[in-house]
């Protein structure tokens, strides 16, 4: 991929967010909403039935880790009214749509009988490469993979299914439309568009257990109890979703990607058994700074003002933790199913990565393949849309630190 030159964004605002006038004026209209939009259980579940008409949400153990959610996001200081409606926006979906997956079983219980193929799983930090392979292997047909919209609504609403286009769609365009006038420079950091291709972390956030919350919000009440659990239940829930997205819209072989994998890869090896898992590797320095101005920054959408140093504080560890994990279980993968992907090896030459994860995955690398993936890489060159610069002082911390807390990651996978 062939690096450009595009604008530099100093991101001065990460404590005290400055907003638009445009940004405002959603802002406002949104504060204006919060009062329907309590954080509460049981308002959220009314909602979620009264949108779908249904009631039937399935397994209850979900109830409790919901209760410890929405208890962890009234302890954030800051919160404000907008971030209010976000939340219960968010939550209010993520209810539909188990209700929309347990009408679906119910219907079709043919769904819980068919078989996944082994996946191909991407499993690295972010800013690693994991978005750009994904999207890279993504663009032929080879393997199943969900667009951000679908991701967010993988089951659709009573009444909606096969119409077109899709309102799953056009909400989505609305709602990232939104958010690139609230957040305009997320984009430069990490681009989201209606129809590129998502992680399904997001999917796991309908079971109530799932990385990305504590990427949305810093809970530290709910990340511990997430940490405490064994997640294979959840993993579960996750292949009955991508069964029940594959008798709806079809697909052969589901093509994974999220960072969470890395501290959960024999819950992975148990759910998906035959998993072909490729672990990407960056200098975690660089990335962790990059992955903190991303998480400080996105914070602006629920909360004034944002305590950058304790943030930036927090993930350290988290990366840390995540990392150590890595280590720990990587051997359990042997070379047969698995492979370690370098950053700067992946950016030299981008195609050479692709052939040897087809060779892996037994999948044949046809020129049709080639062409779709060159049409990808001609129309996203590294750093088109311009960068942000940040630096370690921004974040109250020490650099030659964060190499030691780091080293064992290093000496094992880029050394």
Known sequence: MTDTTGAVVQLDDLAHPRFSADAQQIRDMMAMMAADCPLDAAALHAKASAETGLHDFGADDYRDRLDIYLAALQEISGLHDPGVVNFHVMLVQLLKNRLLLNDLLTRHPEIHDIELLPPVVIAGLPRTGTTHLHNLLAAPTTFRTMPYWESVEPFPMPGEQGVEPDPRRLRMDAAVTVMDVVMPHFRLMHEMTTDHVHEEIQLLANDFSTMLFETMADVPRWRDHYQ????????????????????????????????????????????????????????????????????????????????????????????????????????????????????????????????????????????????????????????????????????????????????????????
Do not use: N
């Not at 370098?342 to 892996?360: K, P, S």
């Open 228 to 415: 405490r659990h064994d997640q294979d239940p959840h993993y579960r829930y996750l292949a009955t979703q991508l069964k029940a997205m594959q008798f709806l819209r079809g697909g052969r072989r589901w093509l994974l990607k999220s960072p969470q994998h890395l501290e959960q890869l024999p819950v992975l090896d148990r759910i998906f058994p035959g998993a072909v898992v490729v672990c990407t590797h960056r200098d975690p320095v660089p990335v962790a700074l990059s992955m903190i101005a991303m998480i400080a920054y996105s914070a602006r959408m629920h909360r004034d003002p944002v305590p950058v140093h304790d943030t930036a504080a927090m993930w350290v560890e988290r990366l840390e933790q995540m990392l150590a994990a890595l280590i720990r279980d990587r051997d359990l993968l042997g070379p047969d199913r698995s492979i370690d992907v370098r950053f700067d090896d992946f950016m030299a030459d981008e195609m050479r990565v692709a052939d040897a994860v087809y060779a892996l995955a037994g999948e044949p690398l046809t020129d049709e393949a080639r062409a779709a993936m060159a049409g990808y890489l001609d129309g996203h060159q590294r750093g088109r849309l311009g960068r942000v610069s940040t630096s370690w002082q921004d974040f109250g911390i020490d650099e030659e630190e964060l190499r030691e807390r780091f080293a064992p990651y290093v000496s094992r996978f880029l050394s």
